[in-house]
């Protein structure tokens, strides 16, 4: 419902909907019915007690951490993830006294071996952006919890139509609605999940704080879920297909993707995941130079930094994605300058190969 604020009866039903008495929308930044409908209808599919949307998976990320730790707390994260969530976590967090130990691995003993008594928070991306990397996210579940902490999973890549990552022991997950929730590209948007008692803390940051979803964005959202597991299962059709015909190119050095029998979580990526999602990295010789030459060479693919698409998207993440990482860090997460990552599009897999074949030779 497109409104900022909704009308009472008369004085008592005001006073009775802010304090609680009586349920009902009072202002759009905390209450709105087309918001409710969306965290509703994604609360079930991710199997959740409940939801919050918020601006953006950015916010998301902001409202978990700000809204449930405090300074002096402490959280073991992933080095190999979404180069604005490194930012926030490296560079901002640590202003509000929050501490952050970087991961290396998803090995659960070096977590634990990162662990205080101040920990309150496991995080991690599973696939990992932009390499696909896998996590046991039980196994990750365990270790947080021996450590009295929470694991929260970013679950953009696979959505709930390929990974639930409650039912292997997570506590909580996030996603940037604006990705593949939504699936066309339209709106920004983005969403924590997990017990009724964490969603009910959020929502009292939320009504403090302001990071709130707007209603036009929440119905466009609620209709991408309409749709979810159609376009999920024809993005794992394209790119099993572009993954596979990738590796026999000559001019790829390597291809990230949990599909092939070549990745190394493959066969965890098989057992906790139901498909094995759209998004495909792969690295050419050569560099940035080579990369920025095939990506310039494209026809079809959009050249964008979105991913999650109808369309299939290219960039190199090393200068889009992940350019505000510092060089040592990219380095650290395996970003390397010669990294195209691709996220598959619903087109016809041959169109989509005829492009990326024509950019590799005109790129030679």
């Keep these: 419902m497109t409104t900022s604020s909704f009308v009472f009866e008369n004085a008592a039903q005001a006073a009775a909907r802010f304090s609680g008495e009586e349920d009902g929308p009072i202002y759009s930044r905390f209450t709105n019915p087309t918001v409710r409908i969306f965290e509703q209808r994604l609360a079930s599919m991710e199997e959740a007690e409940d939801c919050i949307a918020s601006a953006s998976g950015m916010a998301a990320i902001t409202m978990l951490v700000l809204g449930t730790?405090?300074?002096?707390?402490?959280?073991v994260a992933t080095r190999n993830m979404f180069g604005s969530s490194v930012n926030l976590f490296k560079n901002f967090l640590p202003k509000f006294g929050i501490d952050v130990s970087w991961a290396d691995s998803f090995d659960p003993a070096e977590?634990?071996?990162?662990?205080?008594?101040?920990?309150?928070?496991?995080?991690?991306?599973?696939?990992t952006n932009p390499l696909t990397e896998i996590a046991d996210i039980q196994a990750m579940a365990n270790t947080a919890h021996a450590a009295g902490a929470l694991l929260a999973v970013d679950n953009c890549f696979c959505t709930p139509a390929l990974?639930?990552?409650?039912?292997?022991g997570a506590d909580i997950v996030i996603h940037s609605a604006t990705k593949y929730l939504d699936g066309q590209g339209r709106c920004v948007g983005g969403a924590v999940l997990g017990s009724k008692a964490l969603i009910e803390t959020l929502t009292s940051f939320m009504r403090s704080v302001g990071p709130c979803m707007s209603p036009f964005n929440a119905w466009v959202f609620a209709k991408g879920l309409e749709t979810l597991h159609l376009r999920m299962a024809q993005h794992c059709n394209n790119a099993e297909e572009i993954a596979a015909w990738l590796e026999q190119q000559p001019s790829v050095v390597k291809v990230h993707y949990a599909g092939l029998a070549?990745?190394?979580?493959?066969?965890?990526?098989?057992?906790?995941?139901?498909?094995?999602?759209?998004?495909?990295?792969?690295?050419?010789?050569?560099?940035?130079?080579?990369?920025?030459?095939l990506i310039d060479a494209t026809q079809l693919c959009s050249i964008t930094g979105n991913l999650g698409d109808s369309r299939t998207t290219i960039t190199h993440p090393a200068s889009t994605t992940h350019a505000r990482m510092t060089a040592e860090d990219r380095k650290a997460a395996g970003v390397a300058d010669g990294l195209i990552r691709l996220s598959v599009?619903?087109?016809d897999v041959l169109d989509i190969q005829e492009d990326l074949l024509q950019a590799m030779a005109a790129s030679e």
Excluded at 163 to 168: E, F
Excluded at 263 to 290: M, N, T, Y
């Design 262 to 293: 070549s990745h190394p979580q493959h066969a965890l990526a098989k057992q906790q995941q139901s498909r094995f999602g759209g998004i495909v990295a792969f690295e050419v010789a050569g560099g940035q130079s080579a990369a920025w030459q």
């Design 111 to 127: 977590w634990a071996s990162l662990s205080n008594a101040s920990t309150k928070l496991y995080y991690l991306e599973t696939p």
């Design 163 to 168: 990974q639930l990552p409650l039912r292997h």
């Design 69 to 75: 730790l405090k300074q002096g707390d402490h959280i």
């Design 345 to 347: 599009g619903l087109e």
